[in-house]
């Protein structure tokens, strides 16, 4: 079966039939779907789902994405938005509560390569929270993106001082194993924060958070504006025909 035409049907089928006639017609087509799972009428359109026992799709979700795993009990909850070219994987027993985004633009014109959202055991996005997943999102075991209105962000632009000119900063983010982000927190592209983290309520976290402890707000400061591209040595070109913008991957710290 061709992959429009898999996508396409295996939307239909989630979307119209009860879960005893989703899991043999999902199999039938190619999917691999555990016993006991359950689906919502939710609008699936993936071109591979690969379901181990007990998973949960709630109902009045929009996933149109590339791949979705999930592990032994993992569960997506009612009324997600899930667009754009990238995989999501959910490990045993992680989940994604309600009314969630989480997006990517166009491959090849916005975005360039793979790119995922990964869930660790018993990892929570609970609800109403936004994440952009232009590069790729890792929030590892036991950690919580908790109450509602978070954002995660894996791009930004840097504006000229004067004139049309801008470039932007492509960066994943990865989130430790025990991690707890309070409600209506900023996480910005390239970010790491260490296991053991607890980030307050209303954070921005712009920058690397290395040591475990308590991370609250702190008053609004003027910093120097960023150096030219050029000129950093954090930055790497993207030399991808078709992108629409200037755009540098930011790398790591050693």
């Not at 071109?47 to 994405?65: A, P, Y």
């Not at 053991?196 to 475990?212: C, H, K, Q, S």
């Not at 003027?222 to 200037?246: F, H, I, S």
Request: glycine share 10%; net charge positive.
């Amino acid at each position: 079966m061709k992959k429009t035409c898999k996508r396409l049907f295996t939307a239909i089928v989630a979307l119209c039939l009860p879960s005893n006639l989703v899991r043999p017609i999902c199999r039938i087509i190619g999917h691999n779907i555990g016993p006991n799972c359950r689906f919502g009428f939710s609008w699936i359109s993936v071109d591979t789902i690969d379901m181990e026992s007990n998973v949960v799709i709630g109902h009045l979700n929009i996933i149109r994405i590339n791949q979705l795993k999930m592990g032994e009990k993992s569960y997506i909850g009612r009324m997600n938005i899930m667009n754009g070219p990238f995989s999501v994987e959910l490990d045993k027993r992680a989940s994604i509560g309600n009314r969630n985004t989480i997006l990517r633009g166009s491959l090849g014109i916005v975005t360039y390569g793979f790119s995922e959202l990964r869930l660790g055991e018993l990892a929570k996005i609970t609800s109403s929270h936004r994440i952009d997943c232009t590069q790729s999102v890792t929030i590892a075991a036991f950690s919580t993106m908790a109450g509602i209105g978070s954002q995660i962000w894996t791009h930004g632009y840097i504006h000229e001082t004067h004139g049309a000119c801008r470039y932007r900063v492509d960066g994943k983010v990865e989130i430790g194993h025990n991690v707890y982000i309070g409600s209506g927190c900023i996480i910005s592209m390239g970010v790491n924060i260490a296991s053991g983290v607890i980030v307050g309520a209303g954070v921005t976290v712009a920058r690397n958070l290395d040591v475990p402890g308590l991370y609250v707000s702190a008053a609004i400061r003027q910093l120097p504006r960023p150096k030219a591209p050029e000129q950093r040595v954090d930055l790497t070109r993207v030399n991808e025909p078709g992108l629409t913008d200037l755009v540098y991957i930011k790398t790591p710290k050693s």
